[in-house]
């Protein structure tokens, strides 16, 4: 039922996205969890490769929110999520990229276990960066969290 409800997400209209994606949160269950974060993560590829729109960035930025929330509630899908994530870091969309930053924040203190996959993540992702903002928000992360001299 879930995968039904997020055809709605094709709809130009933004307001409609959003009910959507609220809509899909509060659905979400163990069950269907691995094929929502699926088709989200090719939600979020398709928003990156479309042209930059207001729209679209909005757009982008929710759907970092919704998998934000989803790995909140569904730690073990986390391993997932943080990769794709990741990318949205070097990209021209502040709202999305703080939202990343955000969330590797709160991840790599949540999730301990997952902290050298974000870190190495971090590191390789830290060249692109361009936003001065993102650049210190990673820079205090790995500053916070690098324990080892390789890292």
């Not at 969309?93 to 276990?113: C, H, K, M, P, W």
Request: charged share 25%.
């Amino acid at each position: 039922m879930v995968m039904d409800i997020l055809r709605a997400l094709s709809s130009p209209d933004l307001d409609v996205r959003e009910k959507t994606l609220n809509l899909t949160l509060d659905l979400v269950s163990s069950r269907n969890v691995v094929d929502l974060v699926k088709f989200l993560e090719k939600e979020v590829q398709k928003s990156a490769s479309a042209q930059g729109t207001d729209d679209n960035d909005k757009y982008r930025q929710l759907l970092v929110q919704t998998l934000h929330n989803i790995s909140v509630r569904f730690p073990d899908i986390a391993t997932q999520v943080i990769p794709v994530l990741m990318d949205f870091l070097s990209d021209s969309n502040e709202l999305a990229a703080g939202d990343v930053t955000n969330f590797v924040r709160e991840a790599i203190q949540r999730y301990s276990e997952l902290k050298p996959l974000i870190i190495s993540k971090l590191l390789e992702v830290f060249p692109s960066i361009r936003n001065l903002k993102i650049i210190r928000s990673i820079l205090w992360i790995l500053g916070e969290y690098c324990d080892e001299v390789s890292e």
